[in-house]
């Protein structure tokens, strides 16, 4: 690891980063330094049905300048995240930045239908999704607490005000938006921030799969698609940033954090808010009720 890189000497735990928006957050924030836990159930490829290990991500994170750790985690197993954060602490002693990925994604996810025609498997993403974000934040707040500094991140997306693949994905979203605005005020006061990211499309294998089934129905849509590193860098800089706490508690669409921050994705392009197509989020009410 280089110490001239911005988040040298910051620890990092992203979950489900084995592939997909996970992997490119992980890789970012090694690319700037950072030691990163990377965790998900696939040990070998051919555990999922697409490419991507937990130990492939973290040799990544490694070539890309940082430190990558990674350790098999099953996010429905509360014993498997407690172990997780144990090791973090045993090992490192700190946890600065905990990125709260894990989700389950249905292979029906995206077909049309009521969702009474689609497999009940698909609440899954409940369990591995929302509740999995509250415990891996309830393991990492006492380590960000006891040294007055960090930053919790969700992965979110424009499902959590428009319809977006049915009722199940959008009440994940929404709901982990809503963990980061409550979450904000218990740890307001130890210096510790809560964000929700709304991201766009992204260029992953899943994406990538999809388009080529339907070329013509996603015509375009490639090239306006954010890299996963995108999210990344932005949550990197966010740490970074000065008046963080004056970002906790909000829903941040990532494109819009991008242009406040003068961050481009690693392609050189600026990728676009889908705000006026898709809506924008819904900031928290400043009423506290204890």
Same mark, same amino acid.
């Given at each position: 690891?280089?110490?001239?890189?911005? &988040? #040298?000497?910051?620890?990092?735990?992203?979950?489900?980063?084995?592939?997909g928006?996970?992997?490119?957050?992980?890789?970012? &924030?090694? $690319?700037?330094?950072?030691?990163?836990?990377?965790t998900?159930? =696939?040990r070998?490829?051919?555990?999922?049905?697409?490419p991507?290990?937990?130990?492939?991500? @973290?040799?990544?994170?490694?070539?890309?300048?940082?430190?990558g750790?990674?350790?098999?985690?099953?996010?429905?197993?509360?014993?498997?995240?407690?172990?997780?954060?144990e090791?973090?602490k045993?090992e490192?002693?700190?946890?600065?930045?905990?990125?709260?990925?894990?989700?389950?994604?249905h292979?029906?996810?995206?077909?049309?239908?009521?969702?009474?025609e689609?497999?009940?498997e698909?609440?899954?993403i409940?369990?591995?999704?929302?509740?999995?974000g509250y415990? $891996?934040?309830?393991? @990492?707040?006492? &380590?960000?607490?006891? /040294?007055?500094r960090?930053?919790?991140?969700f992965? =979110?997306?424009?499902? $959590?005000?428009?319809?977006? #693949?049915?009722? @199940?994905?959008?009440? /994940?979203k929404?709901?982990?938006?809503?963990?980061?605005?409550?979450?904000?005020v218990?740890?307001?006061?130890?210096?510790?921030? $809560?964000?929700?990211i709304?991201?766009?499309?992204?260029?992953?294998?899943?994406?990538?799969?999809?388009?080529?089934a339907? @070329?013509?129905?996603?015509?375009?849509?490639?090239?306006?698609a954010? =890299?996963?590193?995108?999210?990344?860098?932005?949550?990197?800089a966010?740490?970074?940033?000065?008046?963080?706490?004056?970002?906790?508690?909000?829903v941040?669409?990532?494109?819009?954090?991008?242009?406040?921050?003068g961050?481009?994705?690693?392609?050189?392009?600026?990728?676009? =808010? #889908?705000?006026?197509? &898709?809506?924008?989020?819904?900031q928290?009410?400043?009423?506290?009720?204890?």
């Open positions: 690891m280089s110490q001239d890189k911005p &988040l #040298h000497g910051a620890v990092a735990v992203v979950t489900g980063a084995s592939r928006a996970g992997k490119g957050i992980a890789l970012a &924030l090694g $690319a700037e330094g950072a030691t990163v836990y990377v998900g159930r =696939s070998k490829e051919g555990d999922a049905p697409l991507g290990t937990v130990f492939a991500t @973290a040799d990544g994170v490694t070539q890309a300048g940082g430190k750790i990674a350790v098999v985690v099953d996010h429905a197993d509360d014993a498997q995240v407690k172990r997780l954060f090791q973090v045993e490192q002693g700190r946890l600065d930045i905990l990125v709260n990925n894990a989700t389950v994604i292979d029906t996810l995206i077909e049309k239908g009521g969702f009474w689609k497999p009940l698909q609440v899954d409940l369990d591995v999704g929302l509740r999995s415990i $891996a934040s309830w393991y @990492a707040a006492p &380590l960000m607490v006891a /040294q007055k960090g930053l919790i991140a992965t =979110s997306s424009f499902g $959590a005000s428009c319809y977006m #693949h049915g009722p @199940a994905y959008g009440a /994940q929404a709901g982990v938006d809503k963990f980061a605005k409550d979450m904000a218990d740890l307001r006061k130890h210096g510790v921030a $809560a964000v929700s709304w991201m766009g499309m992204l260029k992953t294998d899943r994406t990538r799969r999809v388009m080529d339907d @070329a013509a129905k996603y015509a375009g849509f490639w090239e306006i954010e =890299s996963p590193e995108f999210t990344g860098h932005l949550i990197g966010l740490y970074r940033d000065p008046a963080r706490m004056e970002k906790s508690g909000q941040i669409i990532g494109a819009e954090l991008a242009l406040d921050y961050l481009k994705d690693i392609d050189g392009k600026q990728p676009p =808010s #889908h705000r006026a197509m &898709l809506g924008g989020p819904a928290a009410h400043p009423a506290i009720v204890e």
